[in-house]
T-cell receptor, first 114, second 109 residues
Framework: IAGITQAPTSQILAAGRRMTLRCTQD?????MYWYRQDLGLGLRLIHYSNTAGTTGKGEVPDGYSVSRANTDDFPLTLASAVPSQTSVYFC?????????????FGPGTRLTVL | GQNIDQPTEMTATEGAIVQINCTYQ??????LFWYQQHAGEAPTFLSY??LDGLEEKGRFSSFLSRSKGYSYLLLKELQMKDSASYLCAVRDSNYQLIWGAGTKLIIKP
């Protein structure tokens, strides 16, 4: 692996179903992030983790949960999907959570909730 | 509240110069980033400014004025591959990135 990978690439999900989006990085970055991107809006932070074992809430955390059991993996779970969670989800990582460290993005997961 | 403003869309001609503006109001300031995002792809880093002034990197330059809450991205010698969205983001006092909605740049031959 080189960089950040996300799975699945895309998914169509029935409302009420549980879904986990996977994110793995091999850069040994301490900080990881989950964003959603909707048309006409900027990237919005869902949850973040400054280091393995810790997580924090971003701007739009409701309906989502995360865990950070190790440095490489940062899965995002939708416990009971709703149509408003239809979006493109990007995972990102950075060496640390402080400036000027750049965030590197995964290829994204396009999720449709019907 | 926190706010990042950018024009929604701009059009320019191949070979020309274009300036994309970004104004911000955030709780604290710990640097400003510009990212490029081609349609259907992930954002990729272009530039970072934390002090006032101009940062030049090849055909791309980025300017920052902290007192005015203002930045611009300057793209010279435009190429068709520069057609993309350009995202401005500010790192606030909590070290979280606040993102603008992006400027879609259309390059015409």
């Amino acid at each position: 692996i080189a960089g950040i990978t996300q799975a699945p690439t895309s998914q169509i999900l029935a409302a009420g179903r549980r879904m986990t989006l996977r994110c793995t990085q091999d850069m040994r970055h301490n900080a990881m992030y989950w964003y959603r991107q909707d048309l006409g809006l900027g990237l919005r932070l869902i949850h973040y983790s400054n280091t393995a074992g810790t997580t924090g809430k971003g701007e739009v955390p409701d309906g989502y949960s995360v865990s950070r059991a190790n440095t490489d993996d940062f899965p995002l779970t939708l416990a009971s999907a709703v149509p408003s969670q239809t979006s493109v989800y990007f995972c990102a990582s950075s060496r640390t959570s402080e400036a000027p460290d750049t965030q590197y993005f995964g290829p994204g997961t396009r999720l449709t909730v019907l | 509240g926190q706010n990042i403003d950018q024009p929604t869309e701009m059009t320019a001609t191949e070979g020309a110069i274009v300036q994309i503006n970004c104004t911000y109001q955030t709780s604290g300031f710990n640097g400003l980033f510009w990212y490029q995002q081609h349609a259907g792809e992930a954002p990729t880093f272009l530039s970072y400014n934390v002090l006032d002034g101009l940062e030049e990197k090849g055909r791309f330059s980025s300017f920052l004025s902290r007192s005015k809450g203002y930045s611009y991205l300057l793209l010279k010698e435009l190429q068709m591959k520069d057609s993309a969205s350009y995202l401005c983001a500010v790192r606030d006092s909590n070290y979280q990135l606040i993102w603008g909605a992006g400027t879609k740049l259309i390059i015409k031959p």
